[in-house]
């Protein structure tokens, strides 16, 4: 399976980077902490979800602003900054109706954009998102975590990457753990993973969920 990277713009006019592969019902899937399009493709962790993906549906995924190939100088880093993403990918890719696919925070784009836009969406699957970001949920634990990214982020500091790759991939091998290591450092700057770190921890969907009408598994 190959993929092909193209590039986008979003309303506000920052450059958005996504993926397309494999043939058949298009499949979109929305930005998570973090992705890197190439990067993610060949991974010990996503590879083998993406792939599989692709081999049945028509797989497009994208780059979210501040992060990946995507833009990462950008004065809008936000959940309305994050949804805008999603929709300018789909209006870029000519799809009049998909499924969507949303994992951890980008369950929360999913649902803010089948909202929006029902008559797009076939169907949606969540997977592991939350309504309410962790800065909602315990604003205490949300800051601690993001002054240990603004000291430890992207460093070869074992203590660091031990903690915070333990809270993603708790039982990964080593290889994956290196793998997420590294992951910081292609992926975006310790400035940008505090600030998509807060938008994401100021998120509260909860108002939007009675409103979701798609099928949703």
């Not at 993926?19 to 930005?31: D, I, N, R, S, Y």
């Not at 990946?68 to 950008?74: A, I, K, N, Q, T």
């Not at 954009?113 to 076939?122: D, I, L, N």
């Not at 460093?155 to 997420?180: D, H, I, K, Y």
């Amino acid at each position: 399976l190959q993929q092909e990277v193209h590039f986008c713009t979003a309303s506000d006019g920052v450059r958005i980077a996504y993926a397309l592969a494999g043939q058949g019902m298009p499949l979109v899937k929305a930005a998570n902490w973090l992705n890197h399009l190439e990067y993610d493709w060949q991974s010990p962790i996503w590879s083998h979800l993406l792939h599989a993906l692709a081999s049945e549906y028509q797989l497009i995924r994208y780059d979210e602003r501040g992060n990946g190939l995507s833009d990462w100088d950008v004065d809008d880093i936000s959940f309305e900054g994050f949804v805008r993403d999603l929709e300018s990918v789909i209006e870029a890719t000519g799809l009049k109706r998909f499924a969507l696919l949303g994992i951890s925070q980008g369950c929360a784009f999913s649902v803010a954009y089948a909202v929006r836009h029902p008559e797009r969406v076939s169907h949606m699957i969540l997977y592991g998102g939350f309504a309410r970001g962790r800065r909602k949920r315990d604003a205490g634990q949300a800051e601690t975590l993001m002054a240990l990214v603004r000291q430890g982020w992207g460093r070869e500091n074992p203590a660091f990457r031990q903690f915070f790759t333990s809270l993603f991939v708790p039982e990964g091998t080593a290889e994956q753990m290196q793998w997420f290591n590294d992951l910081q450092r292609i992926t975006t700057s310790p400035e940008n993973a505090v600030r998509i770190m807060a938008a994401t921890g100021d998120i509260d969907i909860s108002d939007l969920l009675p409103r979701v009408h798609v099928p949703t598994l």
